[in-house]
């Protein structure tokens, strides 16, 4: 096992592991204190209309995948927060519209592209040195906007109406999250793609709040929780010699699945 560690693709998955749970711990508690899983959801399906421009026209994945992705997140809040009794209809129907153009560009490509898989299921193993430096800028500017607005995110996150009558702008902060959201599926492609992005925003969060009411502790519980999950999927990975983001996400399902079976029988004692 020492051995694999000397390999560069092997020291980019590690790295990448460590990059993308930040990302994920902080970003997936907001979301989840939020109640933004379904937006989050939305937006994680439809960017893969990003890949289908990037293939179609032969551009960087990532670079038409975060335009792409912004582009249409931009369009899932605006018509969300305009119309919130329809939200979930609006989410449902962006979703649709970037899987088809998705589809659609891939097989009007000129060839198909074997690493297509890839970005569906992610292979943390193809993480790129590239890769890693965004990753990096990435969370970067998410540890730097949450150090410089903490506040205004714990405080909007818990009791929007008491922020505003705090004067605090609402709105600038619900698309900031927005925007920081589309960033953090971008970057989990890599690892456990499109497909399954979701349920490592969302796992590791759910079980961090339960652990700690309070954000920033969610932050880093969730983040350590991810860390976790991403390394051993990696590790059964390569021993079994099976899909990295299927494993990580399947690790993070047993996780999920004992976290709710501890409580089921906290809850059983109780009674």
């Not at 792409?68 to 809040?77: E, K, N, P, S």
């Not at 969300?80 to 649709?96: E, G, L, M, Q």
Request: glycine share 8%; charged share 10%; proline share 1%.
């Amino acid at each position: 096992m020492l051995e694999i560690l000397n390999f560069n693709f092997f020291q980019n998955a590690l790295f990448s592991c460590v990059l993308v749970s930040i990302a994920c711990g902080c970003i997936g508690s907001l979301v989840m204190v939020n109640r933004l899983i379904s937006m989050a959801g939305g937006i994680t399906h439809g960017a893969f209309g990003g890949i289908g421009v990037a293939f179609y026209f032969s551009l960087p994945i990532l670079l038409s995948t975060s335009l792409f992705t912004l582009i249409l997140a931009f369009i899932v809040a605006y018509l969300s927060k305009h119309y919130p009794n329809r939200s979930d209809s609006i989410i449902a129907v962006i979703w649709a519209f970037g899987m088809a153009v998705g589809i659609i560009l891939i097989d009007l490509s000129p060839k198909y592209n074997n690493d297509l898989m890839a970005y569906l299921f992610g292979n943390i193993l193809t993480v790129s040195n590239e890769d890693i430096w965004l990753m990096l800028g990435v969370d970067i500017i998410f540890i730097i906007i949450l150090l410089c607005f903490y506040r205004q995110f714990e405080i909007i996150s818990f009791d929007s109406e008491f922020a505003q009558t705090r004067g605090i702008n609402t709105n600038l902060f619900y698309y900031l999250l927005i925007f920081m959201i589309s960033l953090c599926v971008v970057i989990s492609i890599r690892l456990v793609g499109l497909i399954l992005a979701m349920a490592l925003l969302s796992i590791p969060s759910f079980i961090a709040e339960g652990i700690s009411k309070k954000l920033g502790w969610m932050m880093i519980y969730s983040s350590i929780l991810s860390l976790f999950f991403c390394l051993s999927g990696l590790m059964v990975s390569y021993y079994f010699n099976i899909s990295s983001g299927a494993s990580i996400i399947m690790i993070s399902c047993i996780a999920f699945a004992v976290y709710l079976g501890i409580n089921a029988l906290k809850i059983f004692s109780r009674s």
